[in-house]
């Protein structure tokens, strides 16, 4: 049963524009979410996080949206890069259960 | 430079052996897991410890087993009773299993066996 979804499995952009990767779960216990991304032959790397209090968090040209009535989230990448070419994973974590639940990743590739 | 080294990079077994896959971290972080990666499947956690000779199983465990006797080491073995182990391994840590404590992965050991 996956609990965090990306159903987009990938997204092309041109360098410059918006770039929306988005994201679903069902558990509506999950209190933090988390965004990696991931070049190819390379560990994830933390990119972005909220918490469920908030419903918006910036940093820099990235910003995270949550909607917690929808139980959705989105990543905002403003103006996208060819640099920002990566599998992006969004996670929830459980703080009962006390661990990051991944959703299966969507490849963006920005093109110039 | 800290972080967090995986070895090998590649790695290749015959069915039937067992196989250890090292993960060491510099960062003196109290946290470590192991996760694996499928090609549509994102990364599903084998096991994670949270302190030194503690360890929890994940939700993917079957055919696995880890030990965290030193802190900076949480080798992960895949035994011959995991029935697929062909995938991409990463090791990760964290300074403690909070929410708002972000994972640091290594570069990963892909495993093939055959």
């Known amino acids: 049963d996956q609990q965090v979804k990306q159903n987009s499995p990938s997204l092309s952009v041109q360098e410059g524009r918006i770039s929306i990767l988005n994201c679903d779960y069902t558990?509506?216990?999950?209190?933090?979410f988390l965004w990696y991304k991931k070049y190819p032959a390379e560990g994830p790397t933390f990119l972005i996080s909220?918490?469920?209090?908030?419903d918006k968090n910036e940093d820099g040209r990235f910003t995270v949206f949550l909607n917690k009535s929808a139980k959705h989230l989105s990543l905002h990448i403003v103006p996208s890069q060819p640099g920002d070419s990566a599998v992006y994973f969004c996670?929830?974590?459980?703080?009962?259960?006390?661990?990051?639940?991944f959703g299966q990743g969507t490849e963006l590739s920005v093109k110039p | 430079d800290g972080g967090i080294t995986q070895s090998p990079k590649y790695l290749f077994r015959k069915e039937g052996q067992n196989v250890t896959l090292s993960c060491e971290q510099n960062?003196?972080?109290?946290?470590m897991y192991w996760y694996r990666q499928d090609p549509g499947q994102g990364l599903r956690l084998i096991y994670y410890?949270?302190?030194?000779?503690?360890?929890q199983k994940g939700d993917i465990a079957e055919g696995y087993s880890v030990s965290r006797e030193k802190k900076e080491s949480f080798p992960l073995t895949v035994t011959s009773a995991q029935k697929n182990p062909t995938a991409f391994y990463l090791c990760?840590?964290?300074?403690?299993?909070?929410?708002?404590?972000?994972?640091?992965f290594g570069n990963g050991t892909r495993l093939t066996v055959t």
């Open positions: 410890s949270q302190i030194v000779n503690d360890f």
């Open positions: 909220i918490s469920s209090i908030k």
């Open positions: 558990n509506s216990m999950f209190d933090y």
């Open positions: 990760a840590s964290s300074i403690r299993l909070a929410h708002n404590s972000p994972l640091h």
């Open positions: 996670a929830s974590f459980y703080n009962q259960g006390g661990k990051l639940i």
């Open positions: 960062l003196n972080h109290d946290a």
